[in-house]
């Protein structure tokens, strides 16, 4: 599961690690998408890449489309067979909440449910003010944190973020980046897969 607020660049952290993923790993991806934000996942992507997107159009994955995710999951791995499940829920969802949702799931064997939260390097000082509840407990259902858009922020500011992280008790992998330039996506794609 990739998650993060709106605009910290979920779609585009999708896309530019599923050429990694598919071309590097050898691995048949699916993306469940449940809001595309600004960067569409289009038909001519997912031709190139070979890759099937369901769209979720209304509602949250992990309250009113919690049964849906299931269902498109199931059918998901019964019709495509994939390597690897992409899900990129809305960007207000509660990642733990869909995690305890997947622990239902009764379809055709998956494996481990890995959550990366992507965070905002730029807007991050005032995320972390204005929804301070909603981002710890984002951060706190993360395998990996991805700190999004390196290459518009300075050292200082990621390092700032980083500590902000930590001071919330989290030990969790930590991983700046920038799905834009393509900086540290191997790592973020290793990370991701575990």
């Known amino acids: 599961m990739i998650s993060g607020f709106l605009g910290s660049g979920?779609?585009?952290?999708?896309?530019?690690t599923i050429e990694r993923i598919i071309q590097k790993k050898h691995k048949k991806v699916v993306i469940?998408?449940?809001d595309f934000g600004q960067v569409g996942i289009d038909g001519k992507v997912m031709e190139k890449f070979?890759?099937?997107?369901?769209?979720m159009p209304s509602g949250c994955i992990c309250c009113t489309l919690g049964t849906d995710l299931l269902t498109t999951?199931?059918?998901?791995?019964?019709g495509f067979k994939p390597?690897?499940?992409?899900?990129?829920?809305?960007?207000?969802?509660?990642?733990?909440?869909?995690?305890?949702?997947?622990?239902?799931?009764?379809?055709?064997?998956i494996g481990t449910v890995r959550i990366a939260i992507i965070v905002d390097a730029v807007r991050y000082p005032v995320i972390a003010k204005a929804l301070a509840r909603p981002l710890k407990n984002q951060l706190k259902a993360a395998d990996v944190i991805i700190i999004n858009k390196l290459d518009e922020v300075d050292e200082l500011a990621v390092k700032s973020i980083e500590q902000s992280i930590r001071e919330?008790?989290?030990?969790?992998?930590?991983?700046?980046?920038?799905?834009?330039?393509?900086?540290?996506?191997?790592?973020?794609?290793d990370a991701m897969l575990g």
Not at 85 to 94: C, F, K, L, Q, R
Not at 168 to 186: H, Y
Request: hydrophobic share 40%; proline share 7%; net charge negative.
């Open 10 to 16: 979920k779609t585009t952290m999708v896309l530019s």
């Open 73 to 78: 999951l199931r059918d998901v791995a019964e």
């Open 83 to 109: 390597d690897l499940v992409i899900i990129e829920p809305t960007g207000v969802a509660d990642p733990e909440a869909i995690h305890e949702t997947l622990k239902l799931y009764n379809g055709p064997p």
């Open 50 to 55: 070979g890759l099937k997107v369901t769209e």
């Open 168 to 189: 919330l008790g989290l030990q969790t992998k930590i991983i700046p980046a920038s799905a834009t330039l393509g900086t540290n996506l191997d790592q973020v794609v």
């Open 32 to 34: 469940i998408v449940n």
